[in-house]
């Protein structure tokens, strides 16, 4: 079956610095990716959506410019959190569609973020 | 808009109980997919059921079955003879049938934890 690569799977950082998620599907093409933030006991937020090749759509509220999503090719997509700040801790899921199936959502393991 | 409501935060059974998850969900679409997830404490994701507004039929799994009612909206999943393996939060999502540029994007209910006592 389609299987979806995220790393790293933890990592904690310094307030002020930036980390970079990725996340690759690894047997199939997905030309939509998908980033959702969940904070502990609560459910998944959609953050943004990316299509391969375009700018991601940011839903509201979601600052594009701390959040930077980048979806070069066909099975890598990343995040990366610029300036990150303490409340920006949480566990950050991608999920990515493959291509031609509009309703296969294939979801990674998950980054715990931790801003100390 | 779309939105999914699971009403219940938290269940807590004995193994060997059965459990029973609500869901109820919204949407002016006529064709729409409705999905099942088990988050367990890893954090992955994993899916169980994905199924379509056109398609009401019950639907059994091994310990698992779903009761899709459009009549009343809901898309409530059962497990039969819970073990503590089930323990888990598990999330009920919606996706409409929006054109696929527009993202086809899940929303997801606020999630069940269900604990499973030995």
């Known amino acids: 079956g389609a299987v979806v690569s995220q790393h790293p799977s933890w990592v904690i950082c310094k307030s002020g610095t930036s980390v970079k998620i990725e996340c690759r599907s690894l047997?199939?093409?997905?030309?939509?990716m998908f980033w959702y933030r969940q904070f502990p006991k609560q459910s998944l937020m959609l953050m943004a959506t990316?299509?391969?090749?375009?700018?991601?759509?940011?839903e509201q509220g979601v600052e594009k410019d701390k959040f930077l999503i980048n979806h070069a090719s066909l099975t890598l997509s990343t995040l990366t959190v610029t300036s990150a700040h303490p409340e920006d801790s949480s566990f950050y899921i991608c999920?990515?569609?493959?291509?031609?199936?509009?309703?296969?959502?294939?979801f990674g393991s998950g980054t715990r973020l931790t801003v100390v | 808009a779309q939105k999914v409501t699971q009403a219940q935060t938290e269940i807590s059974v004995v193994e060997k109980e059965d459990v029973t998850l609500d869901c109820v969900y919204e949407?002016?679409?006529?064709?729409?997919?409705l999905f099942w997830y088990k988050q367990p404490p890893s954090g992955e994701l994993v899916f169980l059921i994905r199924?379509?507004?056109?398609?009401?039929q019950n639907e059994i799994s091994g310990r698992y079955s779903w009761n899709f009612q459009k009549s009343t909206s809901s898309f409530n999943f059962t497990i039969t003879a819970s073990q503590v393996v089930d323990s888990a939060v598990y999330f009920c999502a919606l996706s409409e049938a929006l054109p696929e540029a527009a993202g086809n994007k899940l929303t997801f209910g606020g999630g069940t934890r269900v604990l499973v006592k030995p």
């Open positions: 990316s299509n391969e090749g375009s700018k991601a759509t940011y």
């Open positions: 047997d199939f093409q997905a030309t939509t």
């Open positions: 199924r379509n507004s056109f398609d009401e």
């Open positions: 949407t002016r679409d006529t064709t729409y997919y």
């Open positions: 999920s990515a569609r493959e291509q031609g199936q509009i309703y296969g959502y294939t």
